[in-house]
Antibody
């Protein structure tokens, strides 16, 4: 069955870089696309960006300058790197299979930006 | 970016009642070439990740109870729960995937009286 699982540090200091990993199983990254989506506490969902099955990427223009998404197909992993973190980046970060909509989601990883 | 507006922001109903919630988009989500509306509905229960309920405005995902009904076209969409159950306590989000970036509504929180 399809599974996605996020991992990464729970606490990041302001101005530092966030690095998260999404490990997928039950699907191939060369024929599936994966997005990162975040949700601040008590708030709604924000799409951050996607890595397409062909390896191309698209990003939310609001954070494009700070964000990078990459992958290692041999390890079935998708990576998120976002720099210059601020307190407003505190959120639950999800990865999700993308077919336009998002049909499989990971459980999420909570990231708190604080000194 | 396409703006998605959901109303109401919250509502409380008793088990067994019918509930409807609205989602409006700032531009049409109907693609003329395939006549499909690029609109999805998600259910997010407390402490869980969102779950895809409905795609293409009205197509239920496998395993989703038939009390969840999606309808609408163009810019106006509705999610109806024909007979609310206690386990339907959740926030419901609509999402457009007509254009990049995909965007979500702010959600409708369903509370059970």
């Amino acid at each position: 069955q399809v599974q996605l699982k996020e991992s990464g540090p729970g606490l990041v200091q302001p101005s530092q870089t966030l690095s998260l990993t999404c490990t997928v199983s039950g699907l191939s990254l060369t024929s599936n696309s994966v997005s990162w989506i975040r949700q601040p506490p008590g708030k709604g969902l924000e799409w951050m960006g996607v890595i397409w099955s062909n390896g191309g990427t698209d990003y939310n223009s609001a954070i494009k300058s700070r964000l990078s998404i990459s992958r290692d197909t041999s390890k079935s992993q998708v990576f998120l790197k976002m720099n210059s973190l601020q307190t407003e980046d505190t959120a639950m970060y999800f990865c999700a299979r993308t077919r336009g909509n998002f049909d499989y989601w990971g459980q999420g990883v909570m990231v708190t930006v604080s000194s | 970016d396409i703006v998605m507006t959901q109303t109401p922001s919250s509502q409380a109903v008793s088990a067994g009642e019918k509930v409807t919630m609205s989602c409006k988009s700032s531009q049409s989500l109907l693609y003329s070439e395939n006549k499909k509306n690029y609109l999805a509905w998600y259910q997010q229960k407390p402490g869980q990740s969102p779950k895809l309920l409905i795609s293409w405005a009205s197509t239920r995902e496998s395993g989703v109870p038939d009390r969840f009904i999606g309808s609408g076209s163009g810019t106006d969409f509705t999610l109806t729960i024909s007979s609310v159950q206690a386990e339907d306590l959740a926030v419901y989000y609509c999402e457009q995937y007509y254009d990049t970036p995909p965007t979500f509504g702010s959600g409708t929180k369903l509370e059970i009286k």
